[in-house]
């Protein structure tokens, strides 16, 4: 681009006449979690797009502690908005732009998928698209979803004719068409809170996307996608699954157990000491199983008889003795879970991706192998570049997946301000007021 030299400003401007170049939207993701919240800004990149594995650059990183992890207690629609508005702040500060869209993840309580059947007669005698959707809808309709909100709608298979399941129809001759489809959903309350907390932040939501599908999306390898595996998200607040099978997604859910916040609750009541300081032990000195000797003294300090917190050691095998007996429950309630949806034993995933802020204390992967029964890995964000300050762990793995998301279906750009899922457009509209919803999120979270 041609520049002119003003001397007397000594600064560089770009002259009117000279051609601009113009930069691709900047896209931004909201992860909105019970620890913390994480808002991420990128532009498609044309030049890394040329690369086989397709890496994104994040260009704006903004990370906010939740309220909630300071006191244990539900976070008030203030609180929890100021967090969000500040880390999109952060991140588009660091990108260089505004944000006033983003497409956010739900980890709340209420997400849940079921496999439905829907079927159309062709009338042109050769399947098209609209024939397509027509079935899409059709399956949609025969699972009806009051007072939920369809965040996705994952086509497994489809059949022209009764014939053998095959991935696309397009084309293909026929009387009739009939397709098998996974459909996510989750509480209209909650998702109607949601969308009114990140409005209140200063931006709008272009798209719902469920935390442990968006974070497989990250995490999960196309060997490990053709195969089938099961994703486990231990958040603060619940523990979130997602199997994959070769056609898709199969299963999502989200088990409210608790999650980090309930691990917390129990250190604090066992080393009598407040949520805020049982947090700090178990961040810096946190382990289950066998990944520590258990006769190493930490600092962890407890109430005193005045009430305020006073200098104190204990065992970080008191901390494991603590911890390991609520995860494994956690564990073991995902495993229920998983087999009372079907997906247990051969007719189930094969091995497990770990993510989430709880899946990186020690000792928590080869915990999860023993009580799920198969190999377990920790997943961490692939083909993700620019994180120069923070680390692209395990606690990031949503974020980046809707990152992903976003950058493979380029038309959510065009998306209206109303809330709607992408494929059929038949997410109920969101009718719940901005504190009845809100009330709702709170006392389920």
Same mark, same amino acid.
């Given at each position: 681009?041609?520049?002119?030299?003003?001397?007397?400003?000594?600064?560089?401007?770009?002259?009117?006449?000279?051609?601009?170049?113009?930069?691709?939207?900047?896209?931004?993701?909201? *992860?909105?979690?019970?620890?913390?919240?994480?808002?991420? @800004?990128?532009?498609?990149?044309?030049?890394?797009?040329?690369?086989? *594995?397709?890496?994104?650059?994040?260009?704006?990183?903004?990370?906010?502690?939740?309220?909630?992890?300071?006191?244990?207690?539900?976070?008030?629609?203030?609180?929890?908005?100021?967090?969000?508005?500040?880390?999109?702040?952060?991140?588009?500060?660091?990108?260089?732009?505004?944000?006033?869209?983003?497409?956010?993840?739900?980890?709340? #309580?209420?997400? @849940?998928?079921?496999?439905?059947?829907?079927?159309?007669?062709?009338?042109?005698?050769?399947?098209?698209?609209?024939?397509?959707?027509?079935?899409?809808?059709?399956?949609?309709?025969?699972?009806?979803? #009051?007072?939920?909100?369809?965040?996705?709608?994952? +086509?497994?298979?489809?059949?022209?004719?009764?014939?053998?399941?095959?991935?696309?129809?397009?084309?293909?001759?026929?009387?009739?068409?009939?397709? =098998?489809?996974?459909?996510?959903?989750? +509480?209209?309350?909650?998702?109607?809170?949601?969308?009114?907390?990140?409005?209140?932040?200063?931006?709008?939501?272009?798209?719902?996307?469920?935390?442990?599908?968006?974070?497989?999306?990250?995490?999960?390898?196309?060997?490990?996608?053709?195969?089938?595996?099961?994703?486990? *998200?231990?958040?603060?607040?619940?523990?979130?699954?997602?199997?994959?099978?070769? !056609?898709?997604?199969?299963?999502?859910?989200?088990?409210?157990?608790?999650?980090? %916040?309930?691990?917390?609750?129990?250190?604090?009541?066992?080393?009598?000491?407040?949520?805020?300081?049982? !947090?700090?032990?178990?961040?810096?000195?946190?382990?289950?199983?066998?990944?520590?000797?258990?006769?190493?003294?930490?600092?962890?300090?407890?109430?005193?008889?005045?009430?305020?917190? =006073?200098?104190?050691?204990?065992?970080?095998?008191?901390?494991?003795?603590?911890?390991?007996?609520?995860?494994?429950?956690?564990?073991?309630?995902?495993?229920?879970?998983?087999?009372?949806?079907?997906?247990?034993?051969?007719?189930?995933?094969?091995?497990?991706?770990?993510?989430?802020?709880?899946?990186?204390?020690?000792?928590?992967?080869?915990?999860?192998?023993?009580?799920?029964?198969? +190999? %377990?890995?920790?997943?961490?964000?692939?083909?993700?570049?620019?994180?120069?300050?923070?680390?692209?762990?395990?606690?990031?793995?949503? &974020?980046?997946?809707?990152?992903?998301?976003?950058?493979?279906? +380029?038309?959510?750009?065009?998306? !209206?301000?109303?809330?709607?899922? &992408?494929?059929?457009?038949?997410?109920?509209?969101?009718?719940?007021?901005?504190?009845?919803?809100?009330?709702?999120?709170?006392?389920?979270?």
């Amino acid at each position: 681009m041609a520049l002119a030299y003003d001397p007397v400003r000594e600064t560089r401007a770009p002259r009117e006449d000279a051609p601009r170049e113009a930069l691709a939207p900047l896209v931004a993701t909201l *992860d909105v979690g019970v620890a913390k919240t994480v808002c991420l @800004a990128a532009r498609r990149d044309p030049v890394l797009e040329m690369h086989p *594995d397709r890496p994104m650059r994040v260009l704006g990183i903004g990370v906010q502690t939740a309220p909630a992890i300071a006191s244990g207690k539900p976070a008030d629609f203030d609180a929890c908005a100021r967090a969000i508005q500040v880390s999109i702040e952060e991140a588009a500060a660091m990108a260089g732009a505004p944000i006033r869209r983003v497409v956010a993840s739900y980890s709340g #309580p209420g997400v @849940a998928s079921r496999i439905s059947r829907g079927a159309v007669r062709l009338k042109s005698g050769a399947v098209t698209g609209r024939d397509i959707d027509a079935a899409i809808n059709a399956a949609m309709q025969a699972s009806p979803t #009051p007072n939920l909100a369809v965040l996705h709608i994952e +086509p497994l298979r489809y059949m022209v004719d009764d014939g053998e399941p095959i991935d696309d129809p397009y084309g293909l001759s026929g009387k009739t068409l009939a397709v =098998e489809a996974c459909i996510v959903t989750a +509480p209209d309350a909650a998702v109607s809170a949601l969308k009114s907390c990140v409005r209140a932040a200063g931006a709008e939501i272009e798209e719902i996307v469920a935390a442990p599908q968006a974070a497989a999306l990250a995490v999960m390898t196309a060997e490990e996608r053709e195969m089938g595996a099961l994703v486990v *998200d231990l958040g603060a607040g619940s523990i979130g699954l997602a199997a994959y099978a070769a !056609e898709g997604l199969v299963y999502a859910e989200t088990v409210a157990c608790g999650g980090g %916040v309930r691990m917390t609750r129990d250190l604090a009541a066992k080393l009598q000491t407040t949520f805020a300081a049982a !947090e700090r032990v178990k961040l810096h000195f946190g382990a289950v199983g066998n990944a520590c000797d258990p006769r190493e003294a930490v600092s962890a300090p407890k109430l005193g008889l005045d009430g305020r917190l =006073e200098a104190a050691t204990t065992l970080r095998g008191v901390i494991v003795d603590t911890l390991t007996p609520r995860l494994t429950e956690m564990l073991l309630l995902a495993r229920q879970q998983l087999s009372r949806a079907g997906f247990s034993g051969a007719a189930g995933p094969q091995r497990a991706i770990l993510v989430g802020g709880g899946a990186q204390m020690p000792g928590v992967r080869e915990l999860a192998a023993e009580v799920l029964g198969m +190999p %377990v890995r920790l997943g961490r964000p692939h083909d993700l570049c620019g994180f120069d300050q923070y680390e692209a762990g395990p606690g990031y793995a949503a &974020s980046a997946g809707l990152l992903r998301h976003r950058f493979d279906n +380029p038309q959510l750009a065009d998306v !209206e301000d109303h809330f709607a899922p &992408s494929l059929a457009h038949v997410a109920s509209m969101m009718r719940d007021t901005m504190g009845k919803a809100w009330n709702w999120l709170r006392d389920n979270f």
